[in-house]
């Protein structure tokens, strides 16, 4: 068995997405990784397609950590499908002999969903939940007995603050981002006695890809998010990064006494009303 720490992290596909980041972060603090998606690009939204174009995905992913010098493997596979998820986990666990990080990044791409409840079509709603809540539980479900048996393992699913607080046209993804928060606590109570935590993050607003819906070839991708990110306390926009690195600390060996939370990452959250900012700093004098 490698003494290597080993981190299965889902949904790195996409070439600016959060699981790409988690993988990069992970994988520069010594980790053995293995990167999974459905296909090597992920499911792309209309936006996303444009930008995933001549990505070569995870495999391109995997590639460009090891020629680093980390340890990387991908692997395609559906996080809903009882198999798939048995056969990932099989994968990370054949190549090291162990696993001790789970991210459960995954998520389906967003699209009809995003409409009124009269509006949002049964099988959309059945397919946000399969991938939103169904694949943690069966990634968990088939890491948890490796875990067990090592007697130690992190479990980081990534909810959102959709499960947390009101969205409009959100119904489907905020039920099953909230189901994950629940999943979360209540691994989090069965799991600790053989020194598993498992947490939820809950991002707010991050910019990447997945947080532009429309195709339109106009939009402005950074002054729209600069604008957004102008009503958030800290005055910008979380980067995939930031979420990065937070995974990595929950993780880690120092994050074994935090189990069964579910902690936003949203700068402060979205307000409403003007915000200060301070003066523009000035240009030191000689």
């Given amino acids: 068995?490698?003494?290597?720490?080993?981190?299965?992290?889902?949904?790195?596909?996409?070439?600016?997405?959060?699981g790409q980041a988690i993988a990069r972060r992970l994988a520069g603090q010594g980790l053995a990784v293995v990167v999974t998606d459905l296909q090597p690009a992920g499911v792309p939204n209309a936006r996303q397609e444009e930008r995933s174009a001549g990505w070569g995905g995870v495999h391109a992913l995997a590639a460009e950590i090891t020629d680093a010098g980390g340890d990387a493997l991908a692997v395609l596979g559906d996080v809903s499908d009882p198999a798939d998820?048995?056969?990932?986990?099989?994968?990370?666990?054949?190549?090291?002999?162990?696993?001790?990080?789970?991210?459960?990044?995954?998520?389906?791409?967003?699209g009809p969903d995003r409409a009124d409840v009269?509006?949002?079509?049964?099988?959309?709603?059945?397919?946000?939940?399969?991938?939103?809540?169904?694949?943690?539980?069966?990634?968990?479900?088939?890491?948890?007995?490796?875990?067990?048996?090592?007697?130690?393992?992190?479990?980081?699913?990534?909810?959102?603050m959709a499960g947390l607080t009101a969205a409009p046209f959100s119904g489907a993804y905020s039920a099953s981002k909230a189901g994950v928060i629940g999943m979360t606590r209540a691994l989090a109570m069965d799991l600790g006695p053989w020194g598993i935590t498992v947490n939820a993050l809950c991002p707010g607003l991050v910019a990447t890809s997945r947080a532009f819906l429309s195709a339109?070839?106009?939009?402005?991708?950074?002054?729209?998010?600069?604008?957004?990110?102008?009503?958030?306390?800290?005055?910008?926009?979380?980067q995939a990064e930031d979420i990065a690195a937070a995974v990595a600390f929950l993780g880690s060996p120092d994050a074994g006494y935090i189990t069964g939370q579910a902690i936003p990452i949203d700068g402060g959250g979205l307000s409403p009303f003007p915000l200060r900012r301070p003066e523009p700093a000035l240009e030191a004098t000689r």
Avoid: Y
């Fill in 1 to 18: 068995m490698s003494g290597t720490r080993v981190a299965l992290v889902t949904g790195c596909g996409k070439p600016d997405g959060m």
């Fill in 85 to 110: 998820a048995t056969a990932m986990v099989a994968a990370a666990v054949d190549r090291h002999g162990r696993l001790d990080v789970l991210v459960n990044n995954a998520a389906a791409p967003q």
């Fill in 118 to 160: 009269a509006d949002v079509p049964i099988e959309v709603f059945d397919r946000v939940l399969a991938v939103n809540l169904r694949g943690p539980w069966l990634m968990s479900q088939a890491a948890v007995p490796v875990m067990r048996a090592q007697r130690s393992g992190r479990i980081v699913n990534i909810s959102s």
């Fill in 216 to 238: 339109a070839p106009d939009v402005d991708e950074a002054e729209l998010m600069a604008q957004r990110g102008r009503n958030i306390p800290v005055g910008r926009a979380g």
